[in-house]
Nanobody, 122 residues
Framework: VQIVESGGGLVQAGGSLRLSCAAS????????MAWFRQAPGKEREFVAA????????RYADSVKGRFTISRTSAKNTKILQMNSLKPEDTAVYYC????????????????WGQGTQVTVSS
């Protein structure tokens, strides 16, 4: 089982980035997937989640209206579109997967990627 994130980088405040999460090694068609982030010295926090069929979307209040989580036509791939980025969005972003419904706690997810760095300069 492998989850791989991509798309991180350095961007100025107000800019956009698109993160991709690809899962392989097993069938994730019935799995919810989520994004979490962790800034230096802080705990890992929930960002967004999507159900296996895309019908349920959940967002942290801090990113509502700016970030969008979605599925792509490719199997087991999810996208996090991040717009109007702020310096406080700077963190390592992790993709995670779990069987069943979406959840907002990191302990609910059993599969994790290695993370991708997002840095927003002011």
């Amino acid at each position: 089982v492998q989850i791989v994130e991509s798309g991180g980088g350095l961007v100025q405040a107000g800019g956009s980035l698109r993160l991709s999460c690809a899962a392989s090694g097993r069938t994730f068609s019935s799995y919810a997937m989520a994004w979490f982030r962790q800034a230096p010295g802080k705990e890992r926090e929930f960002v967004a989640a999507i159900s296996w069929n895309g019908d349920t979307l959940r967002y942290a209040d801090s990113v509502k209206g700016r970030f969008t989580i979605s599925r792509t036509s490719a199997k087991n791939t999810k996208i996090l579109q991040m717009n109007s980025l702020k310096p406080e969005d700077t963190a390592v972003y992790y993709c995670a997967a779990r069987e069943g419904a979406t959840a907002t706690t990191s302990s609910s997810y059993g599969y994790w990627g290695q993370g991708t760095q997002v840095t927003v300069s002011s």
